[in-house]
């Protein structure tokens, strides 16, 4: 957590601090001071005055009491950090050097909220029809306001954890070593009126003294807390167990509002003309929910909060550098807001793109090679690259002898030098290569020897590992290892590849062809995809021959029960062309063939009748299943689809 932040922690997300609308009405609420929605000056002032910047304690003596005894030790020294009030059953206790003058006492466990158990309908029905019951967008926050003052008035007092900034407390602290301070309080609802949901409450500490710092000095959190009028943000207060039942409701209300602000709401809403807003807010549960069970696979939903977060940091940047411009803004400062601007308008384009449902069942991925073709080289000739540390007269002895040889002992070089046409021979080894996320030219790339001796792993830091856009390139006797990539092992954008007698081994997606692009997998295992095996796309083609596609879908996650994905996944509209013929596809956890189609009458034949016969694999008498494959251009023979957890053959309705 960015030691800026508020250092709460919602049920189900990565707490982050929105920006905009959101920010400037909370400075309101913490301020007391009016904030006009326009107003991106005043409102960045109050954000870094009231969330960023560390309340001093009561004169300098004080403060300089505090510098001496709040000297964190090393995050090696810590007893681990501060996690969701879902996770934890105690407060984990840190020490600071300072002499034991009464050490406090551990946290007790915070209510854990009847969210993390919710299915998806039961969000949607909270939300649309409880919470904003069919609002507009510039009436939400209004409505989030009503919705936790009704619940709030089930209890005036209870106890709760107070879990704040950790620059409230600390001169100097480690990131990694603690994310926020918790300090047991009691909570009287005395609220303000706002329109925001960014409520205050009065807060006291309560006996006996906990917080998850040891030996934190209570007179110092009193005098925090004198500073700060004993008045906190009720979103930073998390009610403990051993109350009564009233409190999981208003446990469960903070919740609600909490995971609204942090994934559910956008800076842009109210800016925006929105006919059914809760259809916006169900997409967005939906998009949560497929990010969650692991419909969208852990690696693409990791670029999509990735984006969000650095949307979200993106309008931090903005309000701040206009709050630093005093007078009429120079030509060099202008076109830095307008850059600044326009870097988040493209940010809001593509998180739009996630959330718009038809989008979402075609992607979505975007163009990753943006190197234009080489082409052939000027004289017409080709070149054979040789990749190895030493190269000797036995690894050439088999080529024609008016072949001409480039030899290099790293495999990125090779892939540089090449031009359509040429082919890359490798040698048994480990390479890295971030070149091949960049394959434009028609080259054959081959290993030499038993192909789990030549192994190819991805680079971690980027997002792609393999991805092509050539017209023919080819992948032969090679084994591939993702690790970390967040793209799928192969992606082909356009064009067509060759996979020949390759072993795929996933950590995130698996191969991947998009709109208009073909594939030829034979003689091949894929195996370890957290999503399909073979993702195809609208409009795509591929040909599997003789291929092992199992153990997919290996997802990270407690609820696997609502994902199909599987072997292979086809996406519909217009539907994908693809011939499957003796390929072994088994032990997968999703279903060994899965059609993703966005509505139920996508099809001539409704998908109940399908679902009688569709996990017998491929039965031929199966006339229903037959008639289903033709109008898909789908060609399976002598397949063998087994073990698959939830079953073979699957149409499955967005």
Partial sequence: ?????????????????????????????????????????????????????PRPVKGKAGREAAQRRLQLLPGSQAEGRGQGPEEEEEEPLVSVPEEDDGKAQPLPPVCVSAMRGMWREEKVALYCDEVLQGCKAEDADDAISKYLSEKLKLKGTWLGVWKTNPELFFVKYEEASISFVGILVEVTCKLRQSSSSCFKVTVSVAEPFSSNIANIPRDLVDEILEELEHSVPLLEVYPVEGQDSDLHDIALALEVVRFFYDFLWRDWDDE???????????????????????????????????????????????????????????????????????????????????EDLRLRVHGPFFPRILRRRKGKRDFGKTITHIVAKVMTTDMVKDLSSDTLLQQHDDLDLALDSCYSGDTVVIFPGEYQAVNLALLTDDIVIKGIGKREEIMITSEPS??????????????????????????????????????????????????????????????SEITGAQGAGVE?????????????????????????????????????LPAPKLKMTNNHIYNNNGYGVSILQPTEQFFIVAEEALSKGAASGDKKDDNMLSKVMQNLNLEMNNNKIEANLKGDIRIVTS
């Fill in 462 to 523: 980027y997002d792609s590992f393999v991805v092509s856009k050539a017209d023919n390139v080819k992948l032969m006797h090679l084994s591939l290892i993702q690790q970390g990539t967040v793209d799928g092992i192969v992606v082909v954008e356009s064009g067509h590849m060759t996979l020949e007698n390759c072993v795929l081994k996933c950590e995130g997606t698996g191969v991947c062809v998009l709109t208009g692009a073909a594939l030829t997998i034979t003689d």
């Fill in 272 to 354: 925006e003309s929105c006919e059914n807003y809760t259809a916006l807010i169900e997409e967005r549960i939906n998009l949560w929910c497929d990010i969650q069970d692991g419909t969208i696979p852990g690696p693409i939903a990791q670029r999509f909060k990735k984006t969000l977060e650095k949307y979200k940091n993106k309008r931090i940047e903005l309000i701040e550098y206009q709050s630093n411009i005093k007078e009429d803004p120079s030509a060099a400062e202008a076109v830095e807001c307008w850059k600044k601007y326009y870097e988040i308008v493209m940010l809001c384009g593509l998180l739009k793109m996630w």
């Fill in 1 to 53: 957590m960015a030691s800026g932040s508020r250092a709460t922690v919602p049920e189900d997300s990565d707490r982050t601090v929105s920006p905009g609308r959101r920010g400037e009405k909370a400075v309101s609420a913490l301020t007391g001071d009016s904030v006009e929605a326009g107003t991106l000056k005043s409102a960045a002032s109050a954000v870094r005055s009231v969330v960023a910047s």
């Fill in 536 to 572: 195809l796309y609208p409009g795509s083609i591929a040909i599997l021959e003789r291929n092992e596609i199992h153990h997919c879908n290996n997802l990270r996650t407690t609820d696997s029960s609502k994902s199909t994905l599987g072997g292979v996944n086809m996406k519909v």
